[in-house]
DNA sequence: TTGATTTCTTAACTTAAGTCAACGAGTTCA
DNA sequence: TGAACTCGTTGACTTAAGTTAAGAAATCAA
């Protein structure tokens, strides 16, 4: 399972014999079962994950409607907003399917920098390449119709829809699960 | 002016000596004219900014229509999409007045990484929490309505409606400036 | 396997944003 | 100074999402 979090690695920087020994030394991971809850509302967060396999879905509560912020799936990292901090969490992970995680903790975390500088210098790049992958992702959402929000997750997740719910992406996509199912209706009839 | 730059980075760490010489030695001011196109779509991208003074906005066409999607002001750090990568720039970035910045380039950039390996590790901790910013806003953008949304523009960028036109904060809350215009008259006469 | 529950769809109605067009207050500049 | 623009506002109309309610379809559990 280490080849999974190399080869996600290897797509920022080229694989050293030294890479490969911090990934084996520091990778630590763990299955849940699908339904799983690895963060609630109001709790501390002292794990960030990688996906090797499954998906998870972060979520938060708004006019007592469940809200959903993002799905991550294979070679995605997940990084709890109140990772490693003293607040607690607004939001909840949950496992929508049965996944396998590797797991990360602050501590491991400073170790590993420390031990391997390089590290931190992947890890700096890997937070710049997300936060532009965001960037666009908002941007995208910003000038689009939900319809053309639901076409491009086709694009961008194709598969997404088969595993989860149709009122999870609704709220995702920022609209109400009537107006999505009147959406896909719209579309097939074009 | 290299005061401010330090005044930012004591926000993540404790300012050493030796990050206090970094900085000096890195320092390049600049200051442009309002109006000033930074970065044209189409063109390539060699340099980020720090804002000492003033205002960038960050826009691109789409159907046509400027859509801005940035309002950079004292403090902000402006990265663009295509920094030191041989890609063409979707955006553009404009000086919406007269504005004092702290010029960078992945060269300098590369050289003070060398040189003081701190400061990876505090861009590393910076972009890890402009990460989580950028995160929370979309969040509050998706759960919101314009009207809701316009209302938190307010409050989280008191001044900005000051400092730019209309037409573009519409843009950027994602509605026309009809639609602006008619949000702010529900406003008032409630 | 069947009964309960959850999820999805449909319909009727309301609400607010988009569209198109016009107008007035500034601003620019020739 | 006055003609041309830009920007914000308003009005009439269109369109699509929200709301509420009901029922069909799919899923889960006993």
Avoid: W
Avoid at 158 to 187: D, T
């Amino acid at each position: 399972m280490e080849d999974k979090v190399l080869k996600y690695l290897s797509n920022y920087t080229s694989t050293t014999k030294e890479l490969e020994g911090a990934v084996k030394e520091s990778a630590f991971f763990k299955t849940y079962k699908k339904g799983t809850i690895l963060l609630k509302e109001g709790s501390f967060s002292n794990e960030c994950y990688f996906i090797v396999e499954g998906c998870i879905r972060s979520y938060f509560f708004k006019d007592g409607e469940e809200k959903t912020i993002e799905f991550y799936t294979e070679e995605d990292v997940v990084t709890p907003v109140n990772y490693g901090k003293s607040t607690p969490s607004r939001y909840y992970l949950e496992c929508v399917e049965d996944t396998v995680v590797n797991v990360g903790n602050p501590t491991i975390e400073k170790e590993m920098y420390q031990k391997y500088p390089q590290l931190e210098s992947l890890s700096r790049v890997i937070a710049e390449v997300i936060l532009t992958k965001q960037q666009e992702t908002f941007t995208e959402f910003k000038t689009s119709t939900p319809e053309e929000r639901y076409l491009n997750l086709l694009k961008t997740k194709p598969g997404l829809l088969q595993r989860v719910s149709q009122y999870q992406i609704a709220s995702y996509l920022g609209v109400k699960p009537e107006s999505l199912s009147r959406i896909r209706k719209r579309i097939i009839h074009e």
